[in-house]
């Protein structure tokens, strides 16, 4: 098993700039891919980010150029720095962890953003 938990949420302007981090614990050399999602009220949630084992990194077209995912060389960690942040960027944020050899996918707690205008 692995747990993540995840820091770094809270209220914001338009424009500042927060970042999350997500610590994983437990069985963690099953792990391999790690990213973020994100989910609004009324909307499915969707993947903001990721990083799979070779460390090839996917961002949301909405999100490119203003958020940067980044891990620790030991894979317990992964964080996700967000500038310029838009009040379309309110939303629960969940950090993901998995891989082939894990017993399944895990998830984080949530964390909220707001963005004020």
């Known amino acids: 098993q692995v747990q993540l938990v995840e820091s770094g949420g809270g209220l914001a302007q338009a424009g500042d700039s927060l970042r999350l981090s997500c610590a994983a614990s437990?069985?963690?050399?099953?792990?391999?891919?790690m990213g973020w999602y994100r989910q609004s009220p009324g909307k499915e949630r969707e993947l903001v980010a990721g990083?799979?084992?070779?460390?090839?990194?996917y961002y949301a077209p909405s999100v490119k150029g203003r958020f940067t995912l980044s891990r620790d060389h030991d894979k317990k960690s992964h964080y996700l720095q967000m500038t310029t942040l838009k009040p379309e960027d309110t939303a629960v944020y969940y950090c993901?962890?998995?891989?082939?050899?894990?017993?399944?996918?895990?998830w984080g707690q949530g964390t909220q953003i707001t963005v004020a205008s």
């Open positions: 993901n962890a998995g891989g082939a050899m894990c017993a399944s996918d895990y």
């Open positions: 437990g069985d963690t050399i099953c792990l391999s891919y």
């Open positions: 990083i799979n084992g070779g460390g090839s990194i």
